[in-house]
């Protein structure tokens, strides 16, 4: 009887030891899952282009070891998910879970960011990070409100890439620009050219064909796109650049592990220092490669570039006012950035004297 008993109590006892172990594992699994995050990530960027190789791929990559392989991502460059002017929607509405967008290619979208395209001497990309966190943490997170935002920074500076040599204001006076927004279109205008905005990719077929006569932009877009091959003439004088950032879609942030998030976090607050990559050493290989590919540089005289430079102030003065009249604290957001960049040996060609 009491080793019967103890049969049944055997079995049943394997039974519910069995079924709690099932469980368990079944448990396990559960959460081992949930640890799993993959990224889907958005970019206009070409894969071959200096930017995507040296600092976004290993971004990604980067985050993929640090986790383990727990974080993975599907990449969708190229403007896969949407042309360039597109790229933030395509994260903010959820078609993508993160990716990089630049705030200047849609004119009133990010008002207030147009600060971090002011006319800067800037080399760096990891040195433009560290100025433009501050003021956004001041001035501008309240434009991303759809969004997690990882990073937003000005690009390094933009120079006048032609057709035809441009020394003079009287040179670039009529011909057809291409500018990416912000404050680089507004210092086109105002140097008297007539300024278009088409994509990127458009770029090179427009000045093949003589559509445009030149294009203000970084060397990274020269090298990225062979714009070197139908712009032979660079004048080396600074028009800022362009905002731009990297986001996930908020939704999607909201089920991401805390763990995985502060992996995250903390690869892509400041990619290019984690990376090494669009460091000075970078920006200078970028510019002497550029004129390897026979692209002529001029400097302008100091007292030429000068009369550029106030011209750029005027603008500066005029947005200032502006988005004062609307309720916005400018000239305080414009004074601070100035002070960031100046910490930072970096000298803001476009902010008025007379505002230190």
Same mark, same amino acid.
């Given at each position: 009887?009491c080793n019967?008993i103890? @049969?049944?109590?055997f079995?049943?006892?394997?039974?519910?030891?069995g079924?709690?172990?099932?469980? /368990?594992?079944?448990?396990?699994?559960? $959460?081992? =899952?949930a640890q799993?995050?993959?990224?889907?990530?958005t970019t !206009?960027?070409v894969?071959?282009?200096?930017?995507?190789k040296t600092?976004f791929?290993?971004?990604?990559?980067?985050?993929?070891?640090?986790?383990?392989?727990e974080?993975t991502?599907?990449?969708?460059?190229?403007?896969?998910?949407?042309?360039?002017?597109e790229q933030?929607d395509?994260?903010?509405? #959820?078609?993508?879970?993160?990716?990089?967008? $630049?705030?200047? *290619?849609?004119?009133?979208? *990010?008002?207030?960011?147009?600060v971090l395209s002011?006319?800067s001497?800037?080399? =760096?990309k990891?040195?433009?990070?560290?100025?433009?966190?501050?003021?956004f943490?001041?001035?501008l @997170?309240?434009?991303?409100?759809?969004v997690?935002m990882?990073?937003?920074?000005g690009?390094i500076?933009?120079?006048? +890439?032609?057709r035809?040599? $441009?020394?003079?204001? =009287?040179?670039i006076?009529?011909?057809r620009?291409r500018t990416?927004g912000?404050?680089q279109?507004?210092y086109? &205008?105002?140097?008297?050219?007539e300024?278009?905005?088409?994509?990127?990719?458009?770029?090179y077929?427009?000045?093949q064909t003589?559509?445009?006569?030149?294009v $203000?932009?970084?060397?990274?877009l020269i090298? =990225?796109?062979r714009?070197?091959?139908?712009a032979?003439? /660079?004048t080396?004088?600074?028009? #800022?650049?362009?905002?731009e950032?990297v986001?996930?879609?908020?939704n999607? +942030?909201?089920n991401?592990?805390?763990?995985?998030?502060?992996?995250?976090?903390?690869?892509s607050s400041n990619?290019?220092?984690?990376?090494?990559g669009?460091?000075?050493?970078?920006?200078?290989?970028?510019?002497?490669?550029?004129?390897?590919k026979?692209?002529t540089y001029?400097?302008?005289?100091?007292?030429?570039?000068? &009369? !550029?430079?106030e011209?750029?102030?005027?603008?500066? &003065?005029?947005w200032?006012?502006?988005?004062e009249?609307?309720g916005?604290?400018?000239?305080?957001?414009?004074k601070?950035y100035n002070?960031?960049?100046?910490k @930072?040996?970096v000298k803001?060609?476009?902010f008025?004297?007379e !505002?230190?």
């Amino acid at each position: 009887m009491c080793n019967e008993i103890t @049969r049944r109590g055997f079995l049943r006892n394997s039974l519910v030891g069995g079924i709690a172990l099932g469980a /368990g594992f079944d448990f396990y699994h559960k $959460v081992y =899952a949930a640890q799993k995050t993959n990224i889907k990530y958005t970019t !206009w960027q070409v894969p071959a282009s200096l930017d995507f190789k040296t600092v976004f791929a290993p971004m990604l990559e980067d985050i993929k070891k640090r986790s383990n392989g727990e974080i993975t991502y599907s990449l969708y460059a190229g403007g896969a998910l949407g042309k360039a002017p597109e790229q933030y929607d395509v994260i903010a509405k #959820g078609m993508a879970d993160m990716g990089y967008f $630049v705030t200047t *290619f849609t004119p009133g979208k *990010f008002p207030l960011s147009d600060v971090l395209s002011l006319a800067s001497s800037i080399e =760096a990309k990891d040195i433009s990070a560290d100025i433009s966190r501050p003021v956004f943490e001041r001035y501008l @997170r309240q434009e991303y409100k759809d969004v997690k935002m990882h990073l937003l920074n000005g690009c390094i500076s933009s120079y006048l +890439w032609t057709r035809k040599p $441009v020394n003079t204001l =009287a040179d670039i006076k009529g011909l057809r620009i291409r500018t990416p927004g912000g404050f680089q279109t507004q210092y086109t &205008r105002e140097l008297g050219a007539e300024v278009v905005f088409m994509p990127p990719g458009d770029i090179y077929m427009a000045m093949q064909t003589g559509t445009v006569d030149g294009v $203000v932009t970084c060397p990274l877009l020269i090298l =990225a796109y062979r714009l070197y091959e139908v712009a032979k003439h /660079g004048t080396l004088l600074t028009f #800022g650049c362009v905002g731009e950032g990297v986001a996930s879609n908020s939704n999607y +942030w909201k089920n991401v592990p805390e763990g995985h998030k502060h992996i995250i976090d903390a690869v892509s607050s400041n990619p290019y220092r984690i990376t090494g990559g669009l460091t000075k050493r970078a920006y200078d290989a970028m510019m002497k490669e550029i004129a390897d590919k026979g692209v002529t540089y001029y400097t302008l005289p100091s007292e030429e570039a000068e &009369r !550029w430079y106030e011209k750029f102030r005027d603008v500066t &003065r005029r947005w200032v006012m502006d988005m004062e009249g609307k309720g916005h604290p400018a000239k305080e957001m414009v004074k601070m950035y100035n002070a960031e960049c100046q910490k @930072r040996g970096v000298k803001v060609v476009a902010f008025p004297p007379e !505002w230190k």
